[in-house]
């Protein structure tokens, strides 16, 4: 029997939800190659997140029913994966939940691990390591924990020299300024304000730049463009281009910084205040091992001229590049899909109760 799984992602701000559904699924297709995964959001972004690679339903924003139901009605899947978001109600139809439980700022990861709601998943995907995730699951918890690692996609020889070209930057010194999703509209606008700035003064030190700036495909601010840059909304080729780049600069997504830390290229983090996610202390442990640069609350103008003089400063983009032969990040993409098609039923067994 091949699989059916339904990955439930918000979307509507950030990817890094939609990332992590993608990146199991394509391991549950390699496993399972008749698997049908669906993703269901509410969030207009996910298909061009997604592609052509899957299915994508996108629920009506005045739908009152939540997305996992409308595509359980759908799919009629085995199982449904939520992200980060725990919903009211995980018990649809007979289909086993998943909820992929990020690392979280410690008063809402209290609230979600006391939630009942996490007493009704079969499985607990935890996208982190042990020791990375920090905290001490509840006892009545940890048999349904599976500690995958962390869940991140690599760049490929091939991706990284089609985004050069794409990009024009054969022989230049590429930088890329990405915001992720972009739909915190107000850091958004912050962070495009300093890559507009950047933009300037690479334009005055460095004869032969390349500056590509993502801006996201959830972004609807009014940031104005960056003149002498490549602007896109969205790369889905994003972790090429990231691989491909010199420098990049970047918020501290969970999605963002992981595709960096496996480009193992240099970078400049200027993490965001969110309600969930500690961007800050996840960059901050990068800057501690001599990875990354943090800069917090820095005005547009000051960071852009820190970040200008790392990009022109051969020493230390090198030493960047030789700590990073010693960090051996390891993916948990296959033990996530294993894990998930573990509670697929199998022809003859009896059913979950």
């Known amino acids: 029997m091949s699989a059916r799984v339904l990955f439930s992602v918000p979307g509507r701000r950030g990817l890094g939800h939609v990332m ?15 698997a049908q995964c669906v993703f269901v959001s509410r969030g207009g972004a996910v298909p061009d997140v997604v592609g052509a690679e899957f299915e994508v339903v996108v629920v009506d924003a005045e739908d009152p029913r939540p ?4 595509g359980a009605e759908l799919l009629a899947p085995h199982v449904i994966v939520h992200d980060t978001a725990l919903p009211d109600e995980v018990r649809i139809g007979t289909a086993a939940a998943v909820y992929v439980m990020r690392r979280s700022l410690p008063e809402r990861q209290r609230e979600v691990m006391d939630s009942p709601v996490l007493r009704d998943v079969a499985l607990i995907v935890v996208p982190h390591t042990r020791a990375d995730f920090g905290y001490d699951v509840p006892p009545d918890l940890v048999q349904r924990c ?8 690599r760049p490929s020889a091939e991706g990284v020299a089609l985004a050069r070209e794409r990009y024009d930057a054969a022989g230049r010194f590429l930088v890329t300024s990405t915001v ?64 491909a780049s010199d420098l990049v600069v970047a918020e501290g997504g969970y999605n963002t910084v ?51 003089g790392l990009a022109g400063d051969p020493a230390w983009l090198a030493g960047v590049r030789g700590r990073y ?7 948990g993409n296959r033990a996530a899909a294993e894990a998930v098609l573990e509670l697929v039923p199998r022809p003859g067994a009896a059913p979950r109760p």
């Not at 997305?67 to 409308?70: E, T």
């Open 20 to 34: 992590r559904g993608l990146n199991v699924a394509r391991e549950i297709r390699a496993i399972d190659p008749g």
């Open 67 to 70: 997305p996992a139901v409308v």
């Open 146 to 153: 599976r500690f995958v690692g962390p869940i991140a996609r």
């Open 180 to 243: 992720g999703g972009g739909g915190f509209q107000e850091q958004a606008e912050a962070f495009l304000a300093t890559a507009a700035c950047l933009q300037a003064e690479l334009t005055a030190r460095q004869n032969d730049v390349r500056h590509v700036v993502v801006r996201g495909p959830n972004f609807t601010g009014t940031a104005a463009t960056v003149p002498g840059a490549r602007e896109v909304s969205f790369d889905p080729a994003l972790v090429d281009l990231l691989a």
């Open 258 to 308: 992981l595709e960096v830390r496996i480009a193992q290229v240099p970078a400049v983090f200027l993490p965001s205040l969110r309600s969930w996610d500690d961007q800050e202390g996840r960059v901050r442990d990068l800057e501690r091992r001599g990875l990354a640069r943090v800069l917090v609350e820095t005005p547009p103008g000051e960071a852009a001229a820190v970040i200008a």
């Open 325 to 331: 032969a010693r960090d051996d990040l390891q993916t």
